[in-house]
């Protein structure tokens, strides 16, 4: 069975850095897109970043401070914070996108993405 696993998450002061991975069961990365998103309760999940080797793409927002990378054994993704604001509290995600390549819209439809993990806290006080 498809599963994701994030990881990573916890407290983080306001400029500190924390490492998110997502790992993967029972599917290799080589043939799908993977996302991380962002989820604050109440409002829209967020689109973060979507990798699918060799390119990644981020939301404006993020590009500079956040870098995700792939592992080299092609069963996990990760998600390098730096610069962590109070804004960046949330639930970060990881979801496999439905084709191999992230798409120019890859942010805007979350419908697109087969599987979700549960999402890994992520808290940063000033």
């Known amino acids: 069975q498809v599963q994701l696993v994030e990881s990573g998450g916890g407290l983080a002061q306001s400029g500190g850095s924390l490492r998110l991975s997502c790992a993967a069961f029972e599917f290799t990365l080589d043939d799908y897109a993977i996302g991380w998103f962002r989820q604050v309760p109440g409002k829209e999940r967020e689109g973060v970043s979507c990798?699918?080797?060799?390119?990644?793409a981020y939301t404006d927002s993020f590009k500079g401070r956040f870098t995700v990378s792939e592992d080299k054994s092609k069963t996990a993704v990760y998600l390098q914070m730096n610069d962590l604001k109070p804004e960046d509290t949330a639930s970060y995600i990881c979801?496999?996108?439905?084709?191999?390549?992230?798409?120019?819209?890859?942010?805007?439809?979350?419908?697109?993405?087969?599987?979700w993990g549960r999402g890994t806290q992520v808290t940063v006080f000033s």
């Open positions: 990798i699918s080797r060799p390119m990644s």
């Open positions: 979801a496999i996108y439905q084709t191999k390549r992230c798409p120019p819209d890859w942010s805007q439809w979350t419908g697109s993405y087969n599987y």
